[in-house]
């Protein structure tokens, strides 16, 4: 066994690499942050192709 | 067979008679399907299946593990190492040891793999009611913990009465070594019954040889099919782990390349083409490469085979902007995305398919292939500072000192880097990614030395999975079963702690800076492997991550 001390700071996508990923984010809360990535998760969700 | 011989019996108790008769189920090239039974045993299984299992021997060997979901995880790896070909059994007690079993099934049903769980189960009779880690339900008679099964697995059976196994066995059977329907099964075997002698004839315990069939499309789905891919311009294929299961690597690397059609992949369909093959343009969705998640956008038709089509296959439902063709031989997923349905085993299809389309060669262009290639070279190269290396650059240094290997690995954040940026040899890819569970990795890596001994197994397990589940690491130094653990140590969740600052959150009980702890932990690895016997090293952040000229030596035991 190899141990190795890494960073968590860094994912592993780069460039153009990766997709949307759908987790569903609060509706509301308290910081700017969360407002950002509700308006984010919105816009892709609209994209989802829901047809079977 | 005479007729006075057909009518011959044996008296064996039943657990003796299930072993017998799990010792003769044979695979087209003589092996037994179910290989061995990995036991822990307690009082719901030690008498009549230990006692069973003992008298049997090696004709149906025994292995004891540490824990009961990770010998099962270590079973569902030898199954999936195996193509689905050949299978393990597992058996527990009729409590805990039975319900620690439940994760693992779940795992195995996600992943369409075949494992057999032989539950004890409470007293047929009822006689002692209620037995130590008896479940009482207080209005059904008939329930025990091992309901809990019923979800998770493909065939479930209480067995009762002694006589149930002639049905329950064969339906067993058939289950696991079904393409369409191969999953787990769970066979709830009371423990006065496993004790109970009884009559059975003779034959049922002749050899058998189960065969996996190939269904071939039918004529009408095949003729839409065919004229769906004639009129389409830029076809990608999603390649899924049903085309491994088939067999069909090779067919599905003449189709691409005669017919020049990019193949993107999933996570369990990964390895089936080599990264190296010029059509493979790697990774789909979420964690995909940009040269496969751009020819996925462009496509005006995917030829999706034997894929769940999982979301993170799929973008989540936002990459495709095309029609499907389902290839699949389980029509519950050819259907997926109002697909144009083609049921059949993946192998067969495709010849089919080629053998309509003749010459017929699309024109994708794969300059974008090359470029993502070489830009994962440049993200997975040696780090040049003192820092604490990436996970990428941990690949890149495992890859370039075992570019033969096959990495495999199960949770966190090694999935989706090594779907992204492990350039795999041909078969050089083993992730439980349906199920995604944390603790998978190190049994797993067990199971799939014991099935592909030809190949060194490079296990990835980040800290935290390491933590759920690692005891097998002991089972795995007794037998012998040598692989190489890679162990990237973030110190937490850090995977997940980038999903929760990226859904807005912020860093709260994932990474231990920010759990509710009074201590920071200093957990020694090295120190924890040594003491189950594995030989484990710490490696300085530069020097593992620099081209090595040879691989690490594999697994490698305390002297």
Not at chain 2, 62 to 85: D, S
Not at chain 2, 489 to 494: I, L, P
Request: aromatic share 6%; charged share 15%.
């Amino acid at each position: 066994m190899i141990v190795i001390e890494t960073t968590a700071a860094v994912g592993p996508g780069f460039g153009d690499a990766g997709h949307w990923w759908d987790v569903a984010v609060p509706a509301t809360g308290d910081t700017d942050a969360l407002a950002q990535a509700y308006a984010h998760y919105l816009t892709m969700a609209a994209r989802q192709s829901l047809i079977n | 067979m005479t007729g006075q011989d057909m009518n011959a019996t044996i008296r064996l108790t039943a657990a003796q008679a299930m072993v017998r008769w799990l010792s003769v189920q044979r695979t087209d090239d003589g092996a037994r399907f179910i290989d061995g039974v990995w036991a822990i045993f307690g009082h719901g299984n030690v008498a009549g299946l230990g006692q069973a299992l003992h008298g049997i021997g090696d004709a149906l060997p025994t292995w004891r593990g540490q824990n009961e979901q990770t010998m099962a995880h270590a079973a569902i790896a030898f199954a999936k190492g195996h193509g689905r070909r050949r299978a393990q059994a597992v058996t527990a007690s009729i409590g805990p040891g039975s319900t620690n079993m439940v994760t693992a099934a779940a795992l195995a049903h996600v992943n369409r793999l075949p494992v057999l769980f032989i539950a004890g189960d409470v007293f047929a009779s009822r006689r002692p009611d209620p037995v130590l880690q008896q479940v009482e339900g207080f209005g059904d008679g008939t329930v025990s913990a091992n309901d809990c099964f019923r979800p998770v697995v493909r065939y479930f059976d209480r067995i009762t009465r002694p006589e149930h196994l002639l049905t329950a066995l064969p339906r067993a059977m058939r289950v696991m070594t079904d393409p369409a329907e191969c999953g787990p099964v769970c066979l709830a075997f009371c423990q006065d019954v496993q004790a109970e002698a009884y009559d059975w004839p003779e034959a049922f315990f002749a050899p058998r040889i189960w065969h996996i069939r190939r269904p071939a499309p039918d004529a009408d789905e095949l003729a839409r099919a065919v004229d769906l891919i004639k009129a389409a311009k830029a076809p990608v294929i999603v390649c899924g782990g049903g085309v491994i299961h088939s067999g069909a690597e090779q067919a599905l690397a003449d189709f691409a390349t005669r017919h020049a059609i990019p193949v993107i992949e999933t996570q369990a369909g990964k390895s089936a083409l080599p990264q190296a093959h010029p059509m493979n343009f790697g990774a789909a969705g979420v964690d995909g490469s940009a040269a496969a998640n751009r020819a996925a956008a462009g496509a005006d038709l995917i030829l999706a085979i034997g894929t769940r089509l999982q979301d993170f296959t799929t973008g989540s439902r936002t990459l495709f902007d095309a029609p499907l063709i389902g290839i699949n031989v389980q029509p519950h997923d050819a259907a997926k995305h109002g697909a144009v349905t083609l049921v059949a085993d993946a192998r067969v299809a495709l010849q089919a398919l080629t053998d309509a389309l003749g010459d017929l060669r699309f024109a994708p262009d794969t300059d974008p292939r090359a470029a993502w290639l070489a830009a994962v070279d440049a993200h997975c190269a040696a780090p040049a500072g003192d820092g604490l290396p990436t996970d990428a650059q941990v690949i890149g240094a495992v890859q370039r000192a075992a570019p033969d290997g096959i990495a495999m690995c199960a949770a966190g954040t090694m999935p989706g880097a090594l779907k992204l940026l492990w350039q795999a040899a041909q078969g050089g890819y083993h992730m439980e990614y349906g199920y995604s569970c944390m603790g998978y990795e190190i049994a797993g890596a067990m199971g799939l030395a014991l099935a592909r001994p030809d190949r060194q197994v490079l296990c990835f397990v980040g800290d935290g999975s390491y933590m759920m589940a690692n005891s097998e690491l002991a089972t795995a130094v007794m037998r012998r079963i040598p692989f190489t653990v890679i162990l990237t140590d973030n110190r937490g969740y850090g995977c997940i702690n980038r999903l929760q600052v990226g859904c807005g959150g912020v860093p709260f009980n994932n990474m231990y800076a920010d759990c509710n702890v009074e201590a920071q932990p200093q957990i020694d690895f090295v120190a924890h492997a040594g003491s189950m016997g594995a030989h484990a090293v710490k490696a300085p952040p530069s020097p593992i991550c620099r081209p090595r000229s040879r691989p690490p030596a594999p697994a490698i035991f305390r002297r």
